[in-house]
Every structure is written in structure tokens, then in C-alpha cells.
């Protein structure tokens, strides 16, 4: 549902449109500068049903140029602020934190929090948007540390939203062949893991899937990131 504008006239089209998001889909719609953004991130915060915060987590986010969400990585704490942010910027996130927990337990909410964030350049200085949304729900990036809970060893997991092509895989042996030594380990806890189905039913059609999607575990973020890279070269193999 993204529109970007260049000025401020809308044509009619784009008038039926944002009337349409009134009216029949979303109730409303949000409306923001443009930035050079350079880098996303998100902060989760996990809340007690007895209100008081559990933990907090500092995660690195992928964005399209549209702010499409295209991958997060995650650690399970607050130390890949560092790859980020400087420490005036880690403090600032920290009261924002807080003040955002604050609210929540005075609200009486509980269960899991996302704050999103991003730097941007802006006359060649790069500038902090600490809180540009907060998710009251379960995020990507919750799921990615379910995903660090239950399968990985190592201190670092991805989970990337994939544009690997399923259609010419058939069978998980396949897949396996072209990741080769790069697939999921489950005695260390390491490689490269399929997260979604190569088929799935709807009523009583089975439905071939799209798009494959893939979790990211290592125990470094070069590893992490020479993974990456692997799922991206064949994500350019299998668009052809």
C-alpha cells in the first residue's frame, strides 16, 4: 500500500485510492518524509503480565528502499547496538525504552513490544530516528529468536524474506544439493534452514510455494553475512 510523492498534488486516481484506505481496507493510513535512510533496526521489549519488563533486545533490520521488510537478525540481546550506534545514540534508545515500557505497564499491556528505528543521512551527516513505529504485537524479529531458541547454537540468527524462486525446486533434496555443505546442521546448530513449505494445501488443492524463505544461524556475523550472500546468489540463479 505505499504511495511516494514528490510534491503535494494528488491525481484522481490516487484520490480514489487514499479514500479506498479510509473507507474499506486499513481506516487510515500514515503519511512521512522521505529520508536517505542508511540503516534499520528494532528494539523488542517483553512485558510480564505482572507489568514489569523482562528483557529488551536490539535487532538489525532490512528494508527495501519502500520499507518493504526483507530481513532481521537477532542475538537475543542488546549488543548489536555496537554495529550500529554510538553511545549517545544507545543511551538515547535506552530512555526511549523505558519511557515506551513505562507506558505500556500503565496500560496494563503485556506480552511483546517492537520498537522500530533507523538512521538516515541527511547533509552528509547521518542522523538517529530512534522511534519511528511501535508493533503492540509479535514481530519478525520474535520470531527469529523463537527460531534462535529452539534451533541454533550459535549467537546469531537471520531470517530473511526470500526472493528464491520455488518453482523449480521439487523436492527438499533438491535444495540441499545447491546449498551442499551450507545446509541447516542440527548437531551444531549452524547453516542454513528452509522456514517455509515447498507445498501447502488450500481446501482440497495443494498449492505449489512461491517464494522460499530462510533462517541464517552462525556464531558470527561474518558467517551470518557469507550466508547471506549464498542465498542471494541463488535467489539471482533461480529469477531466470
Known sequence: GFLIKNDNTLTAKETARMKNFLNEKSGGFVIEPWRQRTADFSCGIYMLPNCETFETYFNILNNSAKGIFRSVMVSGDFSLAVNLLNETEIKLLRNIIELTAEKARKMN??????????????????LIEPLSEINARSTMAQYAMQLKSKYGKGKYVKFEISRFIAKKIEKYSELEIYLNKNNFNRKDGSGILLCNPLYYMTGNDVMKTGYLNFAVFADSISEIEELSRIISHLETNFSR
Open 109 to 126: 499491556y503485556y506480552g511483546y513490544l517492537g520498537i522500530d528505528g533507523y538512521l538516515y543521512k541527511k547533509n552528509g551527516t547521518v
